[in-house]
């Protein structure tokens, strides 16, 4: 596919457009067969664990925290591997997806079907879990919890069942639609009623509320129940919806979570709540929620971005600029929002991400810039993926 894509470049419109872009991510993934680092992949080192400091839990968080945050990378020098990221993967089947639909090249579909296939071997372990789940492919470390590899998140689900959902349809194999479906069940297994709140949890065993996970559990949910006709999922999904509803500011935010350390309020997950509300909303034909959807992203447009086109990382702070939010608010406003002036807004977003983020040379974005460092890191999941399927998606809808 690598050789068939360059070819097709040679007629594409100037350098640095973002139908430019977007295959010069496609080919740079490529290159190293979908592998790459992630910001929370340090304690996959192989000296970590020789040293043994992989058994203490300050440690653990201290090491990873130190691989996230510094602009250099130290991963080939203390043995971390690059790997496959399940998210990751489904992101970029995601963005193959929208070339395949708009292009019918066959070898966007072809491509997409063989990382498909990858996905469907890489669950976590069924005889645990019981249903189709996914993980990160590294442990990690929180201030309350500790997450071993491989064991399944309801975000990483989510993100893999869409592609999974989606695959079905432009291949006609039902092998991915029934495992979306199982996906959703294990959503499902989720579910918590708890201190007044019904809410989906982030990893099983875990009790905390956080607003994105628990929204992107009854998007996923609301499509299982959906093609499935199982109206538990479907209950479950819209009093989720209802909780978030209940917690949403007079001002249209959301704090990121119920902890003492989660009351922040940022771009990227204020942007995949107003999009899994929006997602809910199409697989159920609902339209209760359309005015908190008006609120959460008039606050959205209103805090997140500064006149040039500078995307925010907080409501209240400009830095990090982190690819992440950008490319969220593809989704976003073309999604939630969708006016003209919403594509405009998109528009000069993408313009400053390319001119400022995006490094010719090795054909990806920085991961993050501040008032006085860049991180020029280049993780997969986090922003290459991420940006090629925001741009296949800009670039297929604007055409």
Not at 72 to 83: C, F, G, M, Q
Not at 220 to 230: F, H, I, L
Request: positive net charge; glycine residues 6%; aromatic residues 14%.
């Amino acid at each position: 596919m690598t050789e068939k894509l360059i070819i097709t470049m040679t007629s594409y419109v100037k350098p640095l457009s973002e139908a430019f872009i977007k295959d010069r991510l496609l080919i740079a993934m490529q290159s190293d067969n979908y592998a790459g680092y992630d910001p929370f992949d340090g304690l996959n080192s192989k000296l970590f664990t020789t040293l043994k400091l992989d058994k203490v839990p300050f440690f653990r968080l201290v090491w990873l925290q130190l691989h996230k945050r510094l602009p250099i990378n130290l991963r080939p020098l203390v043995d971390v591997p690059k790997e496959r990221n399940p998210k990751g993967i489904a992101l970029v089947i995601l963005g193959l997806i929208e070339e395949y639909r708009h292009t019918k090249a066959p070898y966007y579909l072809t491509e997409a079907i063989q990382l498909g296939d990858w996905l469907l071997k890489k669950t976590s372990d069924k005889q645990q879990w019981q249903h189709h789940c996914w993980g990160y492919n590294f442990p990690w470390q929180a201030r309350a919890f500790y997450v071993p590899a491989g064991k399944p998140n309801i975000i990483t689900t989510c993100y893999v069942a869409r592609a999974l959902f989606d695959l079905a349809d432009v291949s006609g194999d039902l092998r991915y639609q029934g495992a979306a479906i199982d996906a959703g069940r294990f959503i499902g297994s989720l579910f918590r009623q708890q201190n007044g709140r019904e809410y989906f949890v982030y990893i099983p065993g875990e009790t905390t509320f956080i607003h994105n996970a628990s929204l992107w559990g009854a998007a996923v949910a609301s499509q299982a129940g959906a093609v499935s006709a199982d109206r538990e999922l479907l209950d479950k999904a819209r009093r989720a919806v209802k909780q978030s509803a209940k917690e949403q500011a007079t001002d249209g935010s959301w704090v990121y979570g119920e902890r003492t350390h989660h009351q922040f309020i940022d771009s990227f997950h204020t942007g995949y709540n107003l999009e899994a509300i929006w997602w809910y909303q199409q697989h159920t034909r609902e339209r209760q929620f359309d005015g908190m959807l008006r609120k959460g992203l008039a606050y959205y447009k209103a805090h997140f971005f500064l006149e040039d086109g500078t995307p925010k990382y907080y409501n209240n702070a400009v830095y990090p600029v982190d690819m992440h939010c950008v490319a969220q608010s593809v989704f976003t406003l073309m999604r939630v929002g969708g006016t003209e002036e919403d594509r405009q807004l998109v528009k000069k977003v993408l313009d400053w991400s390319i001119k400022h983020m995006f490094m010719l040379r090795k054909n990806t974005f920085r991961y993050q810039k501040t008032s006085k460092t860049v991180n020029n890191v280049c993780y997969l999941r986090w922003t290459q993926a991420w940006m090629y399927y925001a741009l296949s998606y800009q670039c297929n809808t604007m055409a």
